[in-house]
């Protein structure tokens, strides 16, 4: 019998599927693809990719971070302010529109901290900037050890893939 024939014992049919026989897979004895340059210059693209986005996602939590805490100082200082524009002028045309003008601008700064919820984004775009740079810094490990020591190339390779697909659609906009 010849090394690629098959002996009936060894033939599957799935009649729920298919009525085609499932044949076992002749490259039993295929060898994992080896660790050459061109896969290293793909991690390393990767890598670079990863890092610039680490870094927007790193700009833009600190942008959140500042535009809450002006907010936020703000919706604290306005009614601060305005109280004590009620207590030096109690004129009748200013003790009038102060007040109401101090309400309206509070609950406008407090609208947007809560609407737009800054401090969440900030939170997040943080995360990821983590995340990227742990991608990054796995695959530097990774690439640190001699061929002979690292885990199998495609298995690394696929990992990183999907590791990075999950990254960019998850991610928040930058």
Same mark, same amino acid.
Not at 36 to 65: N, P, Q
Not at 67 to 94: D, N, R, W, Y
């Given at each position: ?5 098959? *002996? +009936? ?5 799935? &009649?729920?599927?298919?009525? @085609? +026989?499932?044949? +076992? ?8 693809? /080896? ?5 290293? =210059? #793909? ?10 986005? *680490?870094? $927007? ?5 600190? %942008?959140? =971070?500042?535009?809450?805490?002006? #907010? ?10 305005? &109280? ?8 009748? +045309?200013?003790?009038? &529109? ?7 601008? &509070?609950?406008?700064? *407090?609208?947007?901290?809560? %609407? #737009?919820?800054?401090? $969440?984004?900030? @939170?997040?775009? %943080? ?10 810094? /796995?695959?530097? $490990? ?5 061929? =002979? ?6 298995? %690394? #390779?696929? @990992? ?10 998850? $991610?928040?906009?930058?």
């Amino acid at each position: 019998m010849s090394k690629d024939a098959f *002996s +009936p014992s060894q033939v599957v049919i799935d &009649t729920k599927y298919s009525t @085609e +026989p499932f044949l +076992p897979s002749p490259d039993r004895d295929r060898s994992e693809l /080896r660790w050459e340059g061109r896969e290293e =210059k #793909l991690l390393d693209t990767w890598c670079k990719d990863c890092i610039t986005l *680490s870094e $927007a996602h790193g700009r833009a939590g600190r %942008f959140k =971070k500042k535009v809450h805490t002006i #907010l936020g100082a703000l919706s604290v200082m306005v009614p601060v302010i305005f &109280t004590g524009l009620c207590q030096i002028h109690t004129e009748p +045309p200013f003790s009038n &529109t102060i007040p109401p003008l101090g309400f309206v601008c &509070t609950g406008v700064l *407090s609208g947007l901290l809560g %609407f #737009l919820s800054y401090e $969440a984004g900030k @939170e997040r775009h %943080f995360q990821y900037e983590a995340k990227y740079q742990d991608f990054c810094t /796995r695959v530097s $490990a990774e690439l640190c050890k001699p061929r =002979k020591d690292r885990v199998a190339c495609d298995v %690394f #390779l696929k @990992e990183c893939e999907l590791q990075i697909c999950n990254l960019n659609t998850s $991610a928040p906009d930058v």
